[in-house]
């Protein structure tokens, strides 16, 4: 039996586009999933979205600014001063009574040039075009104070980048301690909750396998239990809105960690020694430090130039006019309502008040040796902290080593209570703790390892890591 190829028909264009637009509107309509990342893309999601890294951009951008300013002192200066304004109204020559020239003598020169007779219009024009040519450093040393108030700027933005690494770190770990300390409780509750019903119902029931005082026993457990478990639900809630906030997502945003549990992070293979060495090298207060100084020495060098004069060339000129003042042509005459002039000039600008200079000088040096004294205590303060910090880790690695035993020898014996318990072998204070005692080291063991794993980002902050 043979097929009719054109028996059946293919469906039409307009068909299929209505069935891919309603798949599209389909999974359109679809709740939007979580983004889930880890902890390496949440710091390079925080150190782009963090706007307190973009306000310390700018903050270097001004301090750029300021240099250019300082630098932009040894190019031309162009002053201009233009008024229209009154002048005295004169007409004639310069002779008495106005005579435009002398045919008798004595000649003498009219007096009347500036009595009100009438007014008219006055234009001025002033200007000036002066180049620096020799400041006596002034602007070479404000220009190192200015480079070194760029550099110092700029250990902002790093300190800053390596706080967001830090906070993105605390974040992170944060919520995964938090969360796995409320899935523990959650066990734990459920299976307390388990005996709880039971024994109601044994004492309900008058069955005689449970007595009054385990039911207390069980209550005043289940009591703490809950505290701790909404305590957890509290910190991990809130560890995950600081890493939306921190990430960018935003507090409306969905966001997920890739890490099932907490897990220390690696012991640093650096010794300590490299530690304190990096960190005087390389941690970003040391290096602003650093910048200071060097900023500090050039102000005061400033300062000292301050007392010395300006070396000066340019052109200067001026120009008057008053349309209803009649024109002098004599060159020995100047009328300075009408009058005009240009001429280059090379000349020496001083402009000082020597006791207010040194006294200056005097407050930019004591500036240099406070910043000198606060280096010799950062030299010695420095190492300390790391010190301190590398304790801490070492502390606190071996800490969660043991308490790692502890913990899962703390389950074995709840599960065991319980299981006892429930059979009528054992007490219900005695199961309550062991209980206790589980939620204890499985509580404290997950602090220790978030605690060690803070104690690395620590250490990784203190010399300027950013990941």
Known sequence: MKYNSMSVKPPERHTLARIFLTAGMLVAALPGQADTINLQQAVEMSLTADPRIKESEQVVEAARGLLQEVQGNMGWRVGVNAFVGLAPKVEGGFYQGGAQSCTSFPCTPRSDGNDLNGL?????IGFTLIKPLYTFGKVEHYGEAAQGNIDIKRGDLKKTRTDTVYDTKRAYFGYLAARDIRVYLDDILQRLQKELASVEKSLKEDTGTAKQSDLYALQTAKGLLVKYDNQAQALEKISLDGLKVLTGIGLKGELSVADERLEPVPFPKTELAEFQSR??????EMQQLEAGLRARRALVAAKKSDRMPDVYAGVIGEFNYASRRDHLDNPYANDFFNSGG????????????????SARVNQAQAELEALNHKKAFALEGVPFEVNEAYAN?????????????????ARHWVVASLADFSAGLESADRMVDALKNYVQT??????????????????????GELK
């Open 120 to 124: 008219s219009d006055w234009t001025h």
């Open 279 to 284: 960190a005087l090298q390389d941690r970003p």
């Open 342 to 357: 240009l001429t280059p000039v090379v000349g020496v600008k001083w402009d000082t008040v020597f006791e207010v200079a």
């Open 393 to 409: 880790a070492q502390a606190n690695f071996a800490s969660q080593g043991a308490l790692a035993t502890s913990a899962t020898a």
């Open 442 to 463: 499985q509580i404290e063991y997950v602090r220790a390892i978030n605690d060690y794993n803070m104690n690395v980002a620590q250490l990784a902050r203190m010399t």
